[in-house]
T-cell receptor, first 111, second 117 residues
Framework: EPEVTQTPSHQVTQMGQEVILRCVPI?????FYWYRQILGQKVEFLVS????????KSEIFDDQFSVERPDGSNFTLKIRSTKLEDSAMYFC?????????FGPGTRLTVT | AQSVTQLGSHVSVSEGALVLLRCNYS??????LFWYVQYPNQGLQLLLK??????LVKGINGFEAEFKKSETSFHLTKPSAHMSDAAEYFC???????????????FGQGTILTVHP
């Protein structure tokens, strides 16, 4: 069964450093998403991506964040200068229509 | 703006007992509703979805949910709990003014289900 994959599973970085989180969505899906879950809090929407452009973004998704689909398979989330409050589990999701399928997540720890 | 409220951050049941996890939503347009499950250290797995067809929706692992517009609810049930059902459950909604079923998911705060032997 096709699945969404994410790498790395855990990333530790120092404050101010750039990180890139990688996702491989399900191959025939058209819509791509990033969500995050800070420990003990609810899952929050960050951004959606369709037809090679951002279709919607939340207030969290400020200028420090960017997304890219550099080729036909990968979907990346870049945080330019990480802050302590960026520590969270980041989930990638993809959909064809309707239900979204989630990857296992990347746990980002900013020290 | 749409929102989702899950009543009860923790629910505890005995093995074999009924599972009932509550979810209420607010939306000014017909919503698309979902239940996801998250096992420890894993991602979110889709349990079931409501997309304006049948109001009683059956999902995986014996779970089902009923959409009740009058009560703005989408509660998740399972007749007989199993130890393997222990996980965190999230109700989520897509509200899209265009009536399409894609778009951002808004999640409830989650309900941790514990199953006793």
């Amino acid at each position: 069964e096709p699945e969404v994959t994410q790498t790395p599973s855990h990333q530790v970085t120092q404050m101010g450093q750039e990180v890139i989180l990688r996702c491989v969505p399900i191959s025939n899906h058209l819509y791509f998403y990033w969500y995050r879950q800070i420990l003990g809090q609810k899952v929050e929407f960050l951004v959606s991506f369709y037809n090679n452009e951002i279709s919607e973004k939340s207030e969290i998704f400020d200028d420090q964040f960017s997304v890219e689909r550099p080729d036909g398979s990968n979907f990346t989330l870049k945080i330019r200068s990480t802050k302590l409050e960026d520590s969270a589990m980041y989930f990638c999701a993809s959909s064809l229509v309707g239900e979204q399928y989630f990857g296992p997540g990347t746990r980002l720890t900013v020290t | 703006a749409q929102s989702v409220t899950q009543l009860g951050s923790h629910v505890s049941v005995s093995e074999g007992a009924l599972v009932l996890l509550r979810c209420n939503y607010s939306s000014s347009v017909p919503p698309y509703l979902f239940w996801y499950v998250q096992y420890p250290n894993q991602g979110l797995q889709l349990l079931l979805k409501y997309t304006s067809a049948a109001t009683l929706v059956k999902g995986i692992n014996g779970f089902e949910a009923e959409f009740k517009k009058s009560e703005t609810s989408f509660h998740l049930t399972k007749p007989s709990a199993h130890m393997s059902d222990a996980a965190e459950y999230f109700c989520a909604v897509i509200v899209n003014a265009g009536g399409t079923s894609y778009g951002k998911l808004t999640f409830g705060q989650g309900t941790i289900l514990t199953v006793h032997p």
